[in-house]
């Protein structure tokens, strides 16, 4: 076996100097310190001008190093904020970002960046709602989380899960059903009785819960049988929910990985995680470290910068 041990992966997150940048800074924080990882935050000038750091970074590390953040860097690169995320997202536990960006026309709180990353990255992003628009977003909710019950799935439900454990919350997985399904040929009602397909699903959810309470016993897990898109199911939820969690290509959705992220940020009032294909559960908190009592809210700090970079 082994004697070395693999470094624990940052929490990425895109900065400038906007308020919906402090507030996924605040958000990224609270996990890096609930889960032991350490902060990257990263700001490009795709202007070319080679100009520091807007001011509010220093901020931003004395938040960090007041959570007790294992370790913060700080790289500022010259070109796309999207092409500089992008390239350093392979290597994050998470990527965080603000819920809107300067190129975001009104009323469109998901911002450009986010969707020219979302479906492009392999590690979870999360979209982070502030207080410049709209009502406050949940600080205590529970993280929800929609399933179909398939196995890609389980990685969103995996990584939910993962997330309320950091944040000392509960889990609430919703299984949404509907007897209208999306082909290639469009759409059709499925078959079965109306009492057999909600059986069915249910059952699946109670699968599903099992697995989790197997894994994390300690961890609050509520479940939901709902006869309606995952979607809407998400969105009527969101209310009270302090993180919602997607899959990518969502079966039970319907659409598209970008529409449906685009949906929920522009009208679910909390932080939306959306999880590719593939990924990998987040890992643990560092053994010793201590969780903040109700997620990524509880908003302190962590250390020293790394080099800047041109």
Not at 77 to 98: F, Q
Not at 164 to 171: C, G
């Amino acid at each position: 076996m082994s004697s070395r041990t693999r470094a624990p992966r940052p929490v990425l997150v895109g900065v400038d100097a906007s308020p919906q940048a402090a507030s996924a800074v605040d958000w990224a924080v609270g996990l890096a310190a609930a889960t032991g990882s350490p902060l990257h935050l990263v700001h490009a000038e795709s202007g070319g001008s080679g100009a520091p750091p807007p001011r509010s970074v220093d901020e931003f590390l004395a938040t960090a190093r007041s959570a007790g953040v294992i370790g913060t860097t700080v790289e500022v690169v010259t070109g796309s904020p999207v092409a500089a995320l992008r390239s350093r997202a392979d290597a994050a536990r998470m990527l965080v970002l603000g819920s809107c960006d300067d190129g975001a026309p009104p009323g469109v709180r998901v911002g450009g960046i986010a969707l020219a990353l979302v479906g492009r990255v392999d590690c979870p992003i999360a979209i982070v709602r502030g207080l410049a628009r709209g009502p406050a977003p949940s600080r205590t909710g529970s993280v929800v989380v929609g399933t179909d019950g398939s196995s890609a799935d389980r990685r969103v439900v995996d990584t939910a899960a993962e997330l309320a454990e950091a944040v000392r919350t509960d889990l609430l997985i919703v299984h949404a059903w509907t007897d209208v399904a999306i082909t290639p040929r469009g759409l059709r009602r499925c078959t079965g009785g109306f009492e057999t397909q909600q059986q069915a699903a249910r059952s699946r959810l109670d699968d599903e819960r099992r697995r989790i309470a197997a894994g994390r016993p300690s961890l609050p897990v509520a479940g939901e049988v709902v006869s309606a898109t995952a979607l809407q199911a998400l969105l009527d939820r969101s209310s009270d929910a302090s993180i919602v969690v997607v899959g990518h290509g969502n079966g039970a959705t319907g659409m598209a990985s970008g529409s449906t992220m685009r949906s929920l940020v522009e009208f679910a009032p909390c932080t939306v995680v959306w999880v590719p294909s593939g990924v990998e559960v987040l890992a643990g908190r560092a053994s010793g470290s201590a969780a903040p009592r109700r997620g990524p809210t509880d908003v302190r700090d962590a250390a020293g910068a790394l080099p800047q970079q041109g």
